[in-house]
């Protein structure tokens, strides 16, 4: 048990970042690129992934001083769980038995399903394989509760993981040829599980939009406001006047308002290059599968590089959207029945906002009724779902006591969402 725990802990320290890098190296010498092109090519897709994070750490730095001010606003009342965010709901699901098990497991199983022809995608970022373990050991927790015998429970839950991992794997499939159109990420797809409530939202969102005689109309999209405006209608020019806008209604001072107003615009610059950096890296290795593939399923099997969200960041809309959706996302935050104060949610909001440009076609309009729609779904699940993330944050040892409700985005994924329904049915909680 010490051996699993120090690997465990060894995959949670070195992060995404790190861990990256190895896995496409060692990917590209298994589909022969040669160990020093695929040690290129993983210091490629790690410096993005590296990159990406920094610009998003500068960016929630940076608009922080609005965050502070939307949260000074809130008392407390009403408010009985902490949001820890996907960050700490990956922690607690990495401090589980289950990490070394489900992830051998579902690589193995990936790499069957692709021999098989059931699938196209191949998931290579086995950091965020933390979204099916939590799953599985929240099954475990529920089911050791109801009283299910501790072999049963287990292999319950690992059975869960891997089924709704094969479900991901599949909504990647139907997903690759919009994402690689409209993302221009040729080659690669998404895989993350809180992309099913992210994009089927925003699906059904636009369809409804499309449906509304005049709504339908409305086309605001990042070249409309450049074709009317010139210059002023540039993204980076349009972020900086709407973080002056913002910086102005929480009462900034000058020297805050002009470094969230740089910040915002900087990130609109910044983050589409580092996605290009790290697509420098994936695109050989995206290649190689394919051919690799191809030479013993057929030439007409495309295989897809299935990736995090953070592929999506660099779109500008979403980025454009970030400053307008802070103010809304704490007006939600009031509404009845949400218990949850989303502190963690306001420094991931551009993971929605950049998302939700994928059915919207980029257009502001459709991107942010989406994100609002996202954001009131996630903050009455998380806020729902704050008992089963407490107790499995407690088994896990993240938290020593069950006294202050924590719970994070990944708590409103399809397999927690359905887990918490059973343990409803079992009348655990």
């Known amino acids: 048990m010490e051996v699993i725990d120090s690997i465990v802990q060894f995959v949670m320290d070195i992060g995404g970042g790190v861990f990256l890098p190895i896995i496409i190296t060692v990917m590209g010498v298994v589909f022969k690129l040669g160990f020093f092109d695929s040690m290129r090519n993983g210091l490629r897709v790690g410096a993005g992934f ?116 094969v479900v991901v794997l599949k909504w990647a499939d139907w997903i690759a040829p919009r994402w690689q159109k409209y993302y221009d990420l040729p080659g690669t797809t998404c895989c993350n599980n809180d992309t099913i409530y992210l994009w089927g939202i925003n699906f059904v969102i636009c369809k409804i939009i499309e449906k509304i005689p005049g709504l339908n109309k409305v086309n605001m999209n990042v070249s409309w406001f450049s074709d009317k405006l010139g210059a002023l209608g540039e993204s980076s020019v349009l972020t900086f006047l709407v973080g002056l806008i913002l910086s102005v209604i929480t009462r900034q001072s000058p020297s805050n308002a002009l470094s969230v107003s740089v910040t915002l615009a900087a990130a609109v610059i910044l983050m589409p290059k580092v996605v290009s950096l790290l697509m420098e890296g994936l695109s050989p290795v995206s290649r190689a599968a394919s051919k690799y593939f191809k030479s013993r399923l057929g030439e007409d099997y495309e295989i897809n590089i299935g990736m995090d969200e953070a592929l999506c960041l660099g779109d500008e809309t979403g980025i454009e959207l970030v400053g307008i959706m802070i103010p809304i996302t704490m007006i939600i935050a009031f509404l009845p029945g949400i218990s949850m104060f989303p502190i963690a949610t306001l420094g991931s909001l551009i993971y929605i906002t950049c998302a939700a440009s994928l059915f919207a076609n980029g257009d502001v309009f459709r991107n942010l009724l989406s994100s609002i729609a996202i954001v009131i779904y996630k903050s009455y699940i998380n806020s729902w779902m704050a008992p089963v993330a407490t107790m499995l944050a407690l088994q896990a040892g993240y938290i020593d006591s069950a006294a202050t409700l924590v719970s994070g985005s990944t708590t409103a994924e399809f397999n927690c969402v359905l887990v918490g329904l059973i343990g409803k049915v079992l009348h655990v909680w």
């Open 50 to 165: 590296l990159g990406i994070n920094i610009v998003l750490t500068m960016l929630v730095e940076g608009i922080q001083p609005v965050i502070n001010y939307y949260s000074s606003l809130g008392d407390g009342s009403g408010f009985t769980v902490v949001d820890i965010g996907w960050e700490g709901m990956s922690a607690v699901a990495w401090s589980t038995s289950f990490a070394l098990v489900i992830v051998p497991l579902a690589m193995i199983l990936n790499y069957l399903l692709l021999k098989a022809r059931f699938t196209k995608t191949m998931d290579i970022d086995v950091w965020n394989y933390f979204h099916v373990i939590i799953g599985g050991s929240m099954l475990y927790y529920i089911l050791a509760l109801a009283g299910v015998k501790t072999g049963i429970a287990y292999a319950a839950g690992v059975i869960y993981a891997l089924g709704t991992f």
